[in-house]
T-cell receptor, first 119, second 113 residues
């Protein structure tokens, strides 16, 4: 299994409070991602990172920010949580250059998820 | 922009029966295609992937999928379903040298005795 740890795994918070989710990897992979999963919507990309301090927006980035100061850590921050951000958040990683030397297939390895409830 | 459609939200299959889950994608060039499975309360696990070569790809747990460019499809199949296959299945599309995947909304597989 890919070495991906998400914390916290469960969190309940109130509207308007800041929340930070952490993703930690031990694989030294270049790319890291945050997705959210909601019933009827599948997985939607929030933000991703292609290197230390290099990040980009995904499909549903409004209300979220990210930071990556080290290869192994990718933080997702909700500056002021809203009820619409109640969701399960998944971190994922991928290689930029597969060990086999083949093309970057974009294959993702996922963490176990963080369930966030905003009351 | 790339997109994925999984037409079936839920599918119920009898144990031992064959299974086919549908996936259609939209992408201008040769896509990279994936099927992932998610058991309740778990993260996603890769079942199989296609990015070149033989259009019929084999995956884990006895699953296979066939890439049909003319139909923009990448359907997942299994000849005999086991109760442990009950889960949610996601199709995803990416492209060469690109770094993000776009997922379908998922198909929930229920297995009846």
């Amino acid at each position: 299994d890919a070495g991906i740890t998400q914390s916290p795994r469960h969190k309940v918070t109130e509207t308007g409070t800041p929340v930070t989710l952490r993703c930690h990897q031990t694989e030294n992979h270049r790319y890291m991602y945050w997705y959210r999963q909601d019933p009827g919507h599948g997985l939607r990309l929030i933000h991703y990172s292609y290197g230390v301090k290099d990040t980009d927006k995904g499909e549903v980035s409004d209300g979220y920010s990210v930071s990556r100061s080290k290869t192994e850590d990718f933080l997702l921050t909700l500056e002021s949580a809203t009820s619409s951000q109640t969701s399960v958040y998944f971190c994922a990683i991928s290689e930029s250059t597969p060990a086999s030397g083949g093309p970057n297939t974009g294959e993702l390895f996922f963490g176990e998820g963080s369930r966030l409830t905003v009351l | 922009a790339q997109s994925v459609t999984q037409p079936d939200i839920h599918i119920t299959v009898s144990e031992g029966a064959s299974l086919e889950l549908r996936c259609n994608y939209s992408y201008g060039a040769t896509p990279y295609l994936f099927w992932y499975v998610q058991s309740p309360g778990q993260g996603l696990q890769l079942l199989l992937k296609y990015f070149s070569g033989d259009t019929l790809v084999q995956g884990i747990k006895g699953f296979e999928a066939e890439f049909k460019r003319s139909q923009s499809s990448f359907n997942l199949r299994k000849p005999s379903v086991h109760w442990s296959d009950a889960a949610e299945y996601f199709c995803a599309v990416g492209n060469s040298g690109y770094s993000t995947l776009t997922f379908g909304k998922g198909t929930m597989l229920l297995v009846s005795p």
